[in-house]
Structures are given as C-alpha cells and as structure tokens.
C-alpha cells in the first residue's frame, strides 16, 4: 500500500517534471530583452513556487497528524477501572452507625472478542491512505491551475507583441498615407481614417498590457504574491506536443488519482465494515476485589463477570447498512470512470481542433496573407489600390495572428486539462529521466 502510494505521488511529479518541460525555454525561444527591468520566470519556478507556499497542501500534513493521535487512541486496549463500595453503614437499629459497614476494593475492565484492536487500527490506517490519494488529487488540480495560468501569461504576452507589431504597422501606414495626402496622390479623409487606425492600435496595446499585469498577478497569487516579482514568463507557446489516442487515455485513467480515491475509499469502508463486524461480538466484562466485613472482622474476595446478551442482532441493522455502502462506492468508481472517460473525450477533441487550427494558420492562411499585405502595401504606395484595401489585408493578417495565439493557448490548455486527469504526461516520447526522477526534484 506504501508503495502504491509512492508511485502515485511518483506519477504526480512527473507530470510536473514533464509539464516543466514542455514549457522549457532556450535562450533562441525565450522572450528575452536586453532591457534590465526585464524579471523573467520559468513554469518550473512557477511550479516550485506553489507547492512550496500553497496552503490548500499543508492542511493535509495537519490532518495527517490529527490521524496519528487517533491511531494512538484506537491501539489503546480497555481501560482497568477502580472502584470501592461501602454497605450497611449509617443505617438504623443495630446497622447504625459503621459497625457492620462492609468495604468492598474492586477492579474491573473488559475483554474484547472479535479482534476489536486491530479492526480500529485498520479503519484508521485506511483514513490516512483516504486523505494521501485526496492529496494527490489536490496537488494535481493545483499544477494544472498554476499551468493554465502560466499559459495565459505566455499567450497574453503573444498577443501584446501582435498588438504592438500592428501598432508599428499603424504608424508607419499613417505616415505613408499623410505622404501621399501632402503630395495631393490621396484625398485627406484617408489620413483621419489612418489617424484612428493609430489611436485604435495604441488603445489595443494599452489594454493588451493590463491585461497581460493582470495575468500576471493572477499567476503570481498562486504562491500568495500580492506583488509579482517578475513582469514576463518564460517558454515558446507553439511548441506543441501530439496528442495521444483516446484509448491510451483510457488506459491512463485506470491509475488515475482521481479513479483510485474511489478504491481508496473502498479499503475505508470496508475496515468499516469490519470493525462493525466485530462489533457483533459481545465482550466480556470482569470485576474481581476483596471485601472486609467489620461486624465479623473478615476478610473475602470478590468476583463477577458480565455480557450482554443478543449483541449480534442489535448491531445487524448497522452492519448492513455499512455494507450498502460498500456496494455503493463500487458503483461510484464506475460513474466516476465514466465521468472521466467523457471529460478525456471532451478535451481531447478540443485539443484536436486547436492543433489543426494551429497548422492551418501557420502553413496555409499566415503565410499568403503576409504575402498579400506586402503586395497590396506596395499596390497602394503606387497608386494602384485604396487605403481600404490595405488595411482590410493588414486586419486579415492581425486576426490570423491573434487566432494563432488564441488556438495554441487552446491547445495547451486541453492538454493540462488531461495531464490533470490522467497525472501522466502527454508525449509518449518522455525521456526515462523524467520518470526516474526524485520526487524532490520538483521541490
């Protein structure tokens, strides 16, 4: 059980350690700048960041040593009990008084039958394997939240080099135009059009900037940064892997976090079931003592044993009640796989279309638009096409751009969404170093 676990939280960091990887940055891709204020970090420093400083996780370790004093309580055999009695003292007649008080030293506990003990300790055991798997599962929807807010990040700040270039394209299509309204070889009414082209690119890079801060600190408060010491990430947003069959997905699923909660639960239950079991045994309860009687001056011992009668039928009701809901969990876990197999299809498709779209732009609409705005930029310079004409081409060209950006976000997105599900990563090529690694090498 120890070691399953092991290989669980294994399976866990290195969906990180891969995830880490994707996102890698070498210094040809990185959004490096010469500029000094530039403060750049990394998905794996991200990562590190979170897991180091996210409170959602500690709670587990104080619920983990709650668990522990409850495994000292439930080893713990029935207690030895003292007691004493008085008899026939302060009474009337020839009782009266404490001449013929009897005194009565007694000890007593009980027997437990049906193996109680180690029925408790078992149910607690099971407990403390019930919140590791919930752990996991937490520690995987944390990596992927920070992961999606990484790529949201990377993809805003595509975006704010776009809106950028399309500003420099503004400005210099406003200067070309007022060139050629001075010359008289267009009318004014283009220059004005240009001029709010200008100011309408300049408020879409101000506004893909706030965006981009906001972003920003929404990555930075997964580690509880109020102000982000950094103003850029780090990585490539269209290095993007294939994606995987959904029946490789399904099998990755059977070892899922998220599927083996349920067994999890299951092994809880069942201890539960158990220990009400054991419950069906009476046990056996024991007083033994020694008497002094003063009217006579002697001394007895004293002895008596107790058990309660028809135990098992009173406790058959729980007993099968607790069973039920052995029977239930079994059918939880298959909903749940069936939940999962549904969600795995939904992303998958989505991820699907968002790489087909990708390859689209790149091989088949980018490029010719950027072809066509070069040609219709020079047709009008020459006097042979309308402004219009270059700057509907020009916004063909920002939009496919922007898709590109909005499909690769998409792409990556999916792919973290099944990374979470399945705590594997996607690329089947994942170098055994990865999956060899130290479980601290995420820390």
């Known amino acids: 059980m120890i070691f399953s676990s092991l290989k669980r939280s294994m399976r866990v960091r290195t969906w990180a350690i891969f995830t880490v990887s994707v996102f890698a940055c070498t210094p040809a891709q990185a959004r490096v ?47 030895l009990q003292a007691g004493i009695e008085l008899e026939n003292f302060l009474g009337t007649g020839i009782v009266s008084g404490i001449r013929d008080t009897e005194i009565t030293l ?20 099971a407990k403390s394997q019930v919140i590791e798997a919930q752990k996991q599962i937490r520690t995987l929807d944390i990596l992927a939240e920070v992961t999606r807010r990484y790529i949201d990040v990377l993809a805003q700040q595509a975006m704010s080099d776009a809106y950028k270039d399309a500003q420099s394209l503004a400005m210099y299509t406003y200067q070309s135009v007022t060139r050629r309204v001075e010359a008289g070889a267009s009318p004014e009414f283009e220059q004005q059009r240009a001029s ?14 706030q965006t981009l801060n906001g972003l920003i ?41 998220n599927i083996d909660i349920y067994a999890q639960e299951s092994r809880l239950q069942a201890a539960q079931v158990r220990l009400t079991q054991s419950a069906n045994q009476a046990d056996l309860s024991w007083t033994a003592g020694i008497r002094r009687m003063n009217g006579i001056d002697e001394m007895a011992f004293v002895a008596g044993v107790s058990m309660p ?7 058959l009701g729980e007993f099968e009640k607790e069973q039920a809901m052995l029977g ?41 638009l950027e072809q066509a705005s070069s ?56 170098p055994s170093s990865l999956l060899n690694s130290s479980p601290s090498n995420t820390q």
């Open 375 to 430: 040609l219709v930029e020079q047709a009008y310079l020459d006097g042979r096409f309308s402004y219009l004409e270059w700057v509907s081409t020009s916004q063909e060209l920002l939009s496919a751009k922007q898709a590109l950006i909005q499909s690769a976000r998409q792409a990556h997105q999916r792919a973290a969404d099944i990374e979470s599900l399945t705590a594997t990563p996607m690329s089947l090529s994942t």
């Open 217 to 257: 600190k929404s990555l930075a408060i997964m580690w509880g940064e109020q102000y982000p010491s950094f103003n850029q990430v780090q990585g490539d947003l269209f290095a993007i892997s294939s994606s995987p069959s959904l029946s490789v997905l399904f099998e990755q699923v059977v070892n899922s976090p």
């Open 33 to 79: 700048e010469n500029s000094s204020d530039v403060k750049q970090i990394s998905l794996k420093s991200a990562i590190k960041r979170t897991l180091a400083n996210a409170p959602y996780l500690y709670e587990f370790a104080f619920k983990q040593k709650a668990l522990e004093g409850e495994l000292k309580t439930a080893a713990l055999k029935p207690e």
């Open 106 to 125: 007694t000890l007593s506990s009980v027997i437990e039958f049906g193996d109680k003990l180690t029925a408790r300790s078992a149910f607690t055991s």
């Open 328 to 368: 239930q969990l079994a059918q939880q876990q298959q909903g749940a796989r069936l939940k999962l197999y549904h969600q795995l299809n939904t992303a998958l498709i989505a991820r699907k279309n968002a790489l087909l779209n990708v390859q689209t732009l790149q091989n088949a609409i980018i490029p010719p």
């Open 309 to 315: 009668l028809f135990a098992g039928d009173r406790n």
């Open 196 to 209: 709010a082209s200008l100011a309408r690119a300049r408020l879409e890079v101000l506004t893909a900037e």
